[in-house]
C-alpha cells in the first residue's frame, strides 16, 4: 500500500504557512507501516490540482487530500475529485441540515456558500465533520481511493484518526501489515559528504535488499548532520531489534572515522548530553559568554531541570567585564588564554565546579589580529587545568555566533567524557 499526501491551497505554496499536515501525516503513515513515497503541493488551482490528483494515481494506491474543502469560491477540490474521478457533484440535504445545525448551535445563521460543502461526487461516502463545518470524503477511483480532509488541523487529525486509518489498513493485504520505526543518530563536527562516505557500507547494504532497512542523511544547520535509520517490519519488537543491531553498525563505523562525535539519539540536543553528563558527576556549571552573547546560556536552560546543574552566565562581552570581573590578563581577548582565564574565572565567581567560556570574532571586520570566524572556547574541570580549544568557524555573523554555541558545549561534553 503506497500513500501519497497532496496539501491544496495557495498559502503553502507562497510560504504564508506551513505544511505541518503533510509531516503529521507522514508519521503517523510510518507508524502504521504504510508506505508514502511522494508529497505534493498545489495552489487553488483546477487544472493544477487535477493534475496533481492523476499524477498522484498514476504512482500510489491512495492518496490524502488536505484542504480545499471550504465554503468559499477557491475551495475546489470537491470538483477535481469529481472530474478525477468521472462522478458528478451531487447535493445532500442531510449535510445542509447538519451544517446548519452547527451554525445555529453558535447562534449564527449558515451562509448560502455553506451548501457548498454539502456537493459530494456520487458514490463517494461522507466522513461526518465533529469539529469544523466540512465533511471529509471517502471517493473510490477505479481499484485506488481519494481521501478529502478539511486543512485545519484539528480536524483533518480527527477524521484520520477515526475514519481513515482503519479504512486504510482494511485494504491494505495481511502481508503488508507492519511498522515503520525510525532512529536518528545526531552528530557535531564533520560534514555530510565525509560522514555519508564513513557510513556508505551500510547504505550500500541496503540499497538493493529486503532487510527493511534504510539509511539516511539530513544536514541540520547549526545542529549538525542527522544520520536516520528507518526499519520496516512485522511488529514494533522486530522494528526495535533490527534498529538496535544497525545502531551498533553504524556507531561502529562513525567512531573509526571521526572518534566521538555522535552526542545523541533522536530529539537528545547537545544541552541534554551536557546535563546528562553533568548530573552524573554531581557537578555544577558556569558559562561566560563573550561573542555568542547569552546563546550558550540560553540553550542551557531549555533543559528542564537545568537549576540543579546550571549556576548561571556572564556575558562578559566587554573586554574590561572579562579583565575585572573574570581575571584576564589586560591584553588580546580574542585568544585561547583569555579563553581558559573566562573559564576559570567563572567558577569563582559563580562558586561552579566547571567552567564554560567562549570569545571570538563574528565579523563584520577582524579582532586582536584574528581573522572573522576565528573562535576560541575554554573548559576548566575540577582537579585539571583549564585548556582551550581552537575553532575557525565559517557563515555571516549569525551563523558564526550560533555555530559557537553548540560547538562551545561540544567542546565541554568532550571533556566532561574524557
Known amino acids: 500500500m503506497r500513500v501519497e499526501i497532496v496539501a491544496v491551497g ?22 502504521s507501516g504504510i508506505d508514502s513515497h511522494f508529497h505534493q503541493v498545489v495552489g487553488d488551482n ?36 469529481a472530474e478525477v474521478a468521472d462522478r458528478p457533484l451531487e447535493l445532500h440535504e442531510e449535510l445542509v441540515e447538519r451544517i446548519e445545525q452547527m451554525f445555529a448551535s ?12 454539502a456537493m459530494v461526487p456520487r458514490g463517494a461516502r461522507i466522513i461526518d465533520q465533529t469539529r469544523g463545518t466540512a465533511p471529509g470524503l471517502i471517493c473510490p477511483v477505479g481499484n485506488k481511493v481519494i481521501y478529502a480532509v478539511p486543512g485545519v488541523p484539528y480536524e483533518m487529525t480527527d477524521m484520520f484518526e477515526r475514519i481513515i486509518l482503519d479504512d486504510l ?3 491494505m493485504a495481511e502481508s503488508e501489515q507492519g511498522v515503520i520505526r525510525s532512529r536518528v543518530l545526531r552528530t557535531w563536527g564533520t560534514s555530510e559528504s565525509s560522514l555519508a562516505e564513513a557510513v556508505g557500507p551500510r547504505f550500500d547494504a541496503h540499497e538493493h535488499s529486503t532487510t527493511g532497512l534504510t539509511v539516511a542523511f539530513l544536514a541540520s544547520g547549526i545542529e549538525g548532520i542527522k544520520v536516520r535509520l528507518t526499519a520496516k517490519a512485522s511488529d514494533e519488537a522486530a522494528a526495535f531489534a533490527l534498529l538496535d543491531a544497525e ?19 533522536d530529539d537528545e540536543t547537545m544541552e ?33 531541570g537545568a537549576s540543579a546543574w546550571f549556576r548561571g552566565g556572564i556575558v562578559s562581552y566587554a573586554s574590561d567585564i572579562k579583565f575585572d570581573l573574570l581575571g584576564v590578563k589586560p591584553g588580546p581577548v580574542v585568544s585561547a588564554e583569555a579563553a581558559m582565564a573566562m573559564a576559570t574565572g567563572v567558577t569563582k565567581v559563580l562558586n561552579s565546579d566547571v567552567g564554560l567560556s567562549v570569545t571570538g570574532v563574528a565579523g563584520p ?11 576560541f572556547v575554554g573548559v576548566a574541570l575540577p582537579g585539571s587545568d583549564a585548556f582551550a580549544v581552537a575553532l575557525q568557524l565559517p557563515g ?16 565541554l561534553r568532550r571533556g566532561l567524557q574524557s
Not at 571586520?365 to 573562535?375: F, K, L, P
Open 247 to 265: 545502531e551498533q553498525e553504524v556507531r561502529r563505523l562513525i567512531v573509526e572515522a571521526f572518534g566521538d562525535i555522535i552526542f545523541g539519539v
Open 365 to 375: 571586520e577582524s579582532q586582536d589580529g584574528q581573522r572573522v570566524g576565528t573562535v
Open 272 to 304: 541534554d548530553a551536557v546535563a546528562a553528563l553533568l548530573l552524573a558527576r554531581g557537578w555544577t556549571l558556569g558559562v561566560a559568554e563573550s561573542v555568542t552573547g547569552g546563546l550558550i546560556a540560553s540553550r542551557l536552560v531549555n533543559v528542564s
Open 106 to 117: 453558535r447562534g449564527r445563521t449558515m451562509s448560502e456558500n455553506n451548501r457548498l460543502q
Open 396 to 411: 555571516d555573523r549569525p551563523r558564526i555566533r550560533q555555530y559557537s554555541a553548540i560547538s562551545a558545549l561540544d567542546a
Open 169 to 171: 489498513r482494511s485494504r
Open 46 to 81: 483546477h487544472a493544477r490540482i487535477v493534475l496533481a490528483f492523476q499524477t498522484a494515481l498514476a504512482r500510489s494506491d491512495a492518496v490524502i487530500v488536505c484542504g480545499g474543502l471550504g465554503p468559499t469560491q477557491d475551495d475546489i477540490t470537491r470538483d477535481a475529485i
Open 10 to 31: 495557495t498559502e503553502l505554496l507562497l510560504g504564508q504557512i506551513a505544511d505541518t499536515n503533510g509531516q503529521w501525516l507522514g508519521e503517523q503513515l510510518a507508524a
